[in-house]
């Protein structure tokens, strides 16, 4: 009659058809489960107009045309931009009409990254979505020790968080900087636990040209050099320094990883009002320009070397200047840069489950869940930070992790569309049943009940009473819980005791060559 | 350089450019705002393929023509429909293909439901969207005095609330159950109090076809006889006894308002897997079919009424029985749902903030965007449940109605889409900055600080530092003092004196007709 306890409350008794020992056998077959890098079958969401996209290109264009990208501290990038026709005025860069679109043309549309288990290789481009964690907090926060420096225990931890999470699909980067390692050997160790604890696709390091190098050597120890020569095995994060620059170190690590074939990720990362103009247009048409300049020069490094289109972008404070995200200006960005992604052909990374605050609670996750299902809808193709993600970046949450994970599948689930098959239309349920009746005891309802709708191991549903009775623990609470039994029933993936070796000694005569540095 | 705290953090210290100045004026600017109801300028999202829409339109047709539905304890609606040429039997109706899609074709595609402050008037169909409050929970929440038997102070308290939120553009109806109410005389005081402390639309009394005769006396008082006569000045919930069955309180209330011009939303209520296959094309084809029994119902009780067409569909967990909220299912159907309408050409009734959560912590948040998100991309026009919806619609809670209201204002945002003017582009700020730069100072983002991106009564985005200085407050404890802010800022709309002792007459003679019943 209404949508009151009557109707909502008066199911909560009856139970399930399936009795005992099919639930059983859900929860023995839940164990294990990984899923495969998603393949949309869902249409895109296009939410900017074809006009309006055309006029972000054109102005994309005027700005590298007229204003140019600075290329720092690099005069070899200088020389090469030079080669290809642009315009060098010192470290400033600019570019006739066309150029860069023009050289983004020998660029994959999408590419295979793979892992050394091959069941876990992950297509990036076209109709793929590939689920990575959180990138780069010094932080991390659980319920029972509060916010504190990550180590590399935690960064362990979250990549073995990864491992077991049935929809992430890649391991990541820095899930979080494990700060107890001396910073000049740490990608050593980040790289290695990626290997180690995990079979899943990776990512390298790009904090210098040298650790770079450092990637692709322990990816030729994994993979063999002759793979490595021939196929994309790690994926990496070049960021611009917005507003319109690139700086040596990005520019080093770009040239270490397209040189070697690998894949790079160029990303503009903004805060709309400190990087980039406080309009969402504006704030596109400067990530499109960067992104431009910054993949052209990887096609000019080595034509053909897989190169993702990167967005980030957030917005500050105009209060207070603080960072903010999951707020709609960013949403609109997100959908729109996805559309220009497309249109030059190349894959397109964006999104993820971003926040401001500073626990997992209801502002974490509305925020959360409004840049991931822009995410999910825009198409994007690579999600970095989506799982963990806390306090603007600079927290990796053990129990937000676990709570995006359960997101992350119903997206998984979501992403899969319609089910019209005979079994899906469900015809014969409706004739069985008919009206005034119930389709519990059915026997479509009993062929399907298993899979027919997702199970969240975090959500609880149960009657207010047993719940009250269960301790009246929230969300956060569960979470706890859920990611130490994850950590707890863990094993680690077999590795060839050979390879394991070879890479212990690469990253120990790497570590014996210098010494510490902590800043 | 990377997605860390360097980055993130290294804005936190930096202040907006605007000075204490602006910030006050904002702050003054904010108080008292109410937003319009939404004119949607994105385009909207098609996740079903024409096809598929196609196959759940025949088999919906099938079910009607086989199955047919029951309208039940009304010999008066069995004679409707056999005049109409449908084959009735006992209480079953069956009918012929097409003939409800027909006669459906005399429903507006729009319509204004008129608020008594002109200005607080909603279009409802076609691009508008227009939020409504929760509507059914027995109980309330809150963080002081927990979960407990809603009264009618809870009632207007929640009134109030929507009054006062920006982008609540309705003021409901059953926004919690007053059981400290005789429930023979609640219904006046729920429409009484939507009348006094509001000047927002409302919804009008089902529960029994007298009730349903007392509010549109009611609205006649308020609006006057004539006005009522020739316009929609209350939309009411008639919801389906899924599966396939209209019981008669719901047709005695529906023949009350259609007769008197009044708008009713049509609504199937499905948990699927209860009411309805577990299948989300089985759940549509269900759903379609008992929408389009029911607003054919309404067109032949008078040609012309306005109607909504609703669907409310969830699942149960397999495993307890317990309804679930926010999993990928329902989204499927919701966006499947709101193409079939606009393939009826009626205005379309869905989604909300729906959550299972037993406090508005992260479960309860991510559940509700997981339901919101395609609300709005999906085109639904009537948004009821869009703010304070909790443990499944059994309490309404006061926290979780700010933390909803604030997210709705966000998608008021979003539904605007991109500004592509001048000053949208930005060209300009682009400019005046250039590389490595930033772009708080400059003149663009002087001109625009204030209203550039959208801000978060509820969001906390200080540094971890400061949050924690202030008490390391959750979500849920800061909405605890927006809502006691907000309802103590709270004043009322002016009403004309005689209008509300022309009600008070009303309501107490009707009270007076009969004794107490309070089952």
């Known amino acids: 009659m209404s949508e009151t306890a009557g109707e909502a409350g008066g199911r909560r008794s009856r139970r399930g058809a399936g009795g005992r020992k ?7 077959s839940a164990k294990g489960v990984k899923h495969p890098y998603i393949t949309r079958k869902l249409p895109l969401t296009e939410l900017m107009s074809e006009e309006g996209l055309v006029l972000v ?31 060098v005025d010192g470290e400033r860069v600019r570019f006739p009409r066309g150029l860069c679109r023009e050289l983004i043309k020998t660029a994959p549309s999408s ?13 990036i481009g076209g109709d793929s979505i590939v689920f990575a964690p959180v990138y780069g907090p010094p932080f991390v926060l659980d319920l029972d020790r509060g916010r504190r420096y990550a180590t590399i225990e935690d960064f362990r931890n979250f990549v073995k968080l990864a491992y077991v999470a049935p929809a992430l699909h890649h391991s990541g980067g ?24 995990s079979d899943l696709p990776f990512m390298g390091s790009v904090t210098a040209a040298e650790r770079a190098e450092d990637s692709v050597e322990m990816a030729k120890l994994l993979f063999g050099a002759d793979f490595v020569a021939e196929n994309t095995v790690l994926i990496n994060l070049i960021n611009a320094n917005s507003p319109m620059t690139f700086d040596g170190t990005m520019l080093g690590a770009l040239k270490v990883y397209a040189r070697n074939n690998q894949a790079t990720i160029v990303t503009p990362f903004i805060l709309s009002g400190a990087m980039a103009p406080v309009t969402p247009v504006g704030v596109m048409t400067q990530t499109l ?8 020069f990887t096609q000019l490094v080595r034509p053909g070397a897989p190169v993702v289109f990167g967005s980030f972008a957030s917005s500050i404070s105009m209060q207070s200047g603080a960072p903010t995200f999951g707020t709609p200006e960013p ?19 964006s999104g993820g489950s971003l926040c401001g605050s500073k626990v997992p609670d209801a502002q974490a996750a509305f925020e959360s869940m409004q840049t991931l299902y822009p995410t999910i809808l825009a198409g994007v193709n690579f999600v970095l930070h989506a799982a963990g993600w806390l306090e603007g970046g600079l927290a990796s949450s053990y129990e937000k992790f676990v709570m995006d994970a359960d997101q992350l599948a119903m997206m998984q689930v979501l992403a899969q569309g319609y089910d019209t098959s005979e079994n899906g239309q469900a015809m014969d349920a409706i004739r069985e049943v008919g009206p005034g009746s119930h389709f519990l005891g059915c026997a479509h309802t009993q062929a399907n009940f298993e899979t027919a709708f997702y199970r969240s191991p975090v959500a609880d549903n149960n009657s207010f009473e047993q719940w009250e009775a269960e301790g009246s623990q929230d969300t956060y609470r569960r ?15 077999p590795l060839d005791p050979a390879i394991d070796e070879s890479l212990q000694d690469f990253m120990a005569r790497k570590k014996a060559s210098m010494p510490d540095a902590f800043a």
């Open 111 to 123: 590419f295979i990254q793979h892992a050394r288990n091959p069941e876990r290789s992950v297509n």
């Open 331 to 349: 949403a609109l960005v997100l959908f729109g840069m996805a559309a220009l992604a497309r249109r030059l052909g190349v894959p397109f990374r």
């Open 57 to 87: 290109e054109a102005n994309a264009e005027t700005l590298l045309e007229e204003i140019g990208i600075e290329f720092r501290d690099d005069p070899e990038a200088l020389e090469i931009w030079r080669q290809a026709g642009a315009g």
């Open 174 to 197: 820095t899930v979080c900087e494990p700060v107890d390692v001396p910073v000049n050997k740490r990608h050593l160790d980040m790289v290695y636990s990626h290997i180690r604890y």
């Open 289 to 296: 320009a960067e992104a431009l300049a910054g993949m052209a």
């Open 22 to 28: 099919a639930r059983r056998a859900l929860r023995a």
């Open 479 to 493: 979470a706890n819980g859920l990611y130490k039994k994850m950590l707890a029933d863990y094993e680690a993936p």
